[in-house]
């Protein structure tokens, strides 16, 4: 049915910047939390480059960052957050972030991995996701299903995984659509908690999340929706 929830026991969101996997998908992170499901969110920096030229406070902008992403998390019944704390804005698709994404996936094995689309033409988009998008894919197909991709892992513990599917979010080739009409609230309340962030939106934070999702929603005759591009690795 179009809007439901996609299957998944285990899913694994994969985000350049803290705020990304809620910007993205909390909505349906809530109701997969809601129906039993367990999340986890790794979050490749830690938001450096969004520091404020006034910032005064005695914590670090970055520690302040990733309290406001666990936070939210929390809200969202995320069973924990990863910071890889790479550079913000300086992000590429190397073999040391295929290597750490894949021994996330390999640690947590996910039935279902969630993360940017690298290959979108909505050209007005962040380098650090096409470049996490793409890192994560690699991790994903080939890299954490065969011993022979690092294995150095193997010593640690950490065995190879299949992950079946992929959800790609920010894409402009959506096919799976779902209804976060129930639980727009909670994706607005998680967003909020990024208090260093909110001020970043223009026309406000609600009116920012709603046009997102009224638009998400459209194709699939739904109100308001996130809306992902499939990708079957099996
Ligand atoms: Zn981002």
Redesign the pocket.
Known sequence: MSGSLPDARRVLIV???P??PD?FCAGTVARWTDAGVVVRYVVVTSGDKGQPPEWDRPEGFTQVREAEQEASARLLGVEGVTFLRFTDGEVFDTLELRERLTAEIRRFRPDLLLTHDPLTRLYRQ?P??RAVGAAALAAAFPSCRLATFFPQHLAQGLRPHVVPRVLLFGTDRPDTFVDIAPVFERKLAALRLHATQVGAFPGGLETRLRRRAEEAGRPAGLALAEAFLAVDLE
Request: glycine share 12%; charged share 35%; net charge negative.
């Open positions: 985000g350049a910047h705020d990304d910007f962040h650090d996701h």
